[in-house]
């Protein structure tokens, strides 16, 4: 009887210490993308290096597929998700009130958390005669432009036809990627843009058909890095694609944001597990495989740094 009562107790106490370890943990979510996407891949991996340090920290990570960028700005601005996944040109055009954010009502909630991996800006041409995009436009010709990445600002900033193309006898058409890809590899393959991560399966199927990524054109680079705050450089790595030489230019980037709501414990204690397990963050997806530190810290303009992350970043010597 005795033993009876010990083990009773034993067991209720167990329960009681499991339910105070279950009550003190809070958990957090990350709005990502499809569950095919960059996006859900690279949420899912910070959840990992989240939950694998969760003992210390109390908190646990979970990755939601969402919409996309705008539903993740809309959803963490609400308190309905914790942090999300966005492209830079709509995280500013959402600060801003610019562009699809005109009627959107304030986002001066959002704060900046990380900078994740760019999504470049791509050029592919079956044209390997021509050194540049600049180049080819001067002789016309046929452009699809991939809608599923190219956004507003980008398309501005970098649309062929919007750049001295439509004099030229040019013919820039929207396309979805599966079509995208299709017409690339028929026999009269036109130029392509679109933006991706790298590396990037798109391109890959592309270059198998004799299409090859060029540059966009001497001082383009520049101009466009100097003119729109959500842009960053970006680069093609030699041979990736049977591209002979690197092919600089410029991208978006992925950035993980956050809502001033948010406690300052959770985004520290976020932050200091991807930047403490930073090399295996990049092993994780091959589109963080060239991730620095001063490119998580950096590339944020003028949004708003939560203070969680700022604590971390200053404390590292990346502020």
Do not use: W
């Not at 690279?42 to 340090?53: D, F, P, S, T, W």
């Not at 393959?189 to 590396?199: D, E, L």
């Amino acid at each position: 009887m005795e033993l009876l009562k010990i083990t009773y107790f034993s067991l209720i106490g167990a329960v009681c210490f499991a339910t105070s370890v279950i009550g003190q943990q809070q958990f957090v979510s990350i709005g990502t993308g499809s569950v095919t996407g960059t996006f859900y891949s690279v949420g899912g991996a910070i959840c990992r290096l989240v939950n694998k340090e969760r003992k210390s920290h109390g908190f646990r990570c979970s990755v939601q597929s969402t919409g996309g960028s705008i539903y993740n700005l809309g959803t963490v601005r609400a308190g309905e998700l914790d942090f999300g996944i966005v492209q830079s040109d709509r995280l500013f055009a959402s600060i801003s009130g610019t562009d699809r954010f005109e009627d959107s009502g304030d986002f001066h909630n959002i704060r900046a958390v990380l900078t994740l991996h760019p999504l470049s800006y791509t050029v592919m041409s079956p044209n390997t005669r021509v050194g540049s995009l600049q180049e080819l436009i001067q002789g016309g010709g046929d452009y699809l432009l991939g809608r599923n990445f190219l956004d507003d600002g980008l398309d501005r900033a970098c649309n062929p036809c919007e750049q001295g193309c439509a004099d030229k006898n040019c013919n820039c058409k929207d396309c979805r990627v599966p079509d995208m890809i299709s017409n690339a590899c028929n026999s009269e393959a036109p130029t392509v843009a679109f933006v991706a991560p790298h590396p990037s399966a798109i391109a890959a199927e592309m270059s198998s058909c004799g299409l090859r990524p060029i540059e966009l054109g001497s001082g383009v680079v520049e101009r466009l890095l100097s003119t729109y705050d959500f842009l960053r450089p970006s680069e093609i790595p030699t041979g990736m694609y049977g591209n002979e030489q690197s092919v600089p230019t410029v991208g978006l980037s992925a950035m993980l944001i956050t809502s001033a709501d948010v406690e300052e414990e959770a985004v520290y204690a976020l932050v200091e597990a991807v930047m403490t397990n930073l090399d295996s963050f990049r092993r994780l997806h091959p589109a963080l495989s060239t991730l620095e530190q001063t490119d998580i810290a950096g590339h944020m303009g003028s949004v708003p740094l939560h203070p969680g992350a700022e604590k971390y970043f200053k404390e590292a010597g990346l502020q």
